[in-house]
């Protein structure tokens, strides 16, 4: 079992940043790869980023250029630095976790204003 625990959610203008966290517990020898989802109300959840235990990334396209993922092994976390952030971009924001078991946070919103 992993256990999930997401942060740095919060209300942020137009243009601004944020950084969200992701702090990994329980088995987390066994993770793979660690990431972020996102849903926007009344949308499906889509993808935003993942991060291989080897370090490799790849970002939904909708946010490319956006948004940096970064893991730290050593802390079994991983963060989402999210940059120029658009009204678009308000939803709650998942972490996940495979191993290959797919693991979920509670989410943390993220609310973008014009």
């Known amino acids: 079992q992993v256990q999930l625990v997401e942060s740095g959610g919060g209300l942020v203008q137009a243009g601004g940043s944020l950084r969200l966290s992701c702090a990994a517990s329980?088995?987390?020898?066994?993770?793979?790869?660690m990431g972020w989802y996102r849903q926007a109300p009344g949308k499906q959840r889509e993808r935003v980023a993942i991060i291989t235990s080897g370090g490799t990334t790849n970002y939904a396209d909708s946010m490319k250029g956006r948004v940096t993922i970064s893991r730290d092994n050593a802390k079994n976390t991983v963060y989402l630095q999210m940059n120029s952030l658009k009204p678009e971009d308000t939803a709650v924001y998942y972490c996940?976790?495979?191993?290959?078991?797919?693991?979920w946070g509670q989410g943390t919103q993220v609310t973008v204003s014009a």
């Open positions: 329980g088995s987390t020898f066994n993770i793979k790869s």
């Open positions: 996940i976790a495979t191993t290959p078991m797919t693991y």
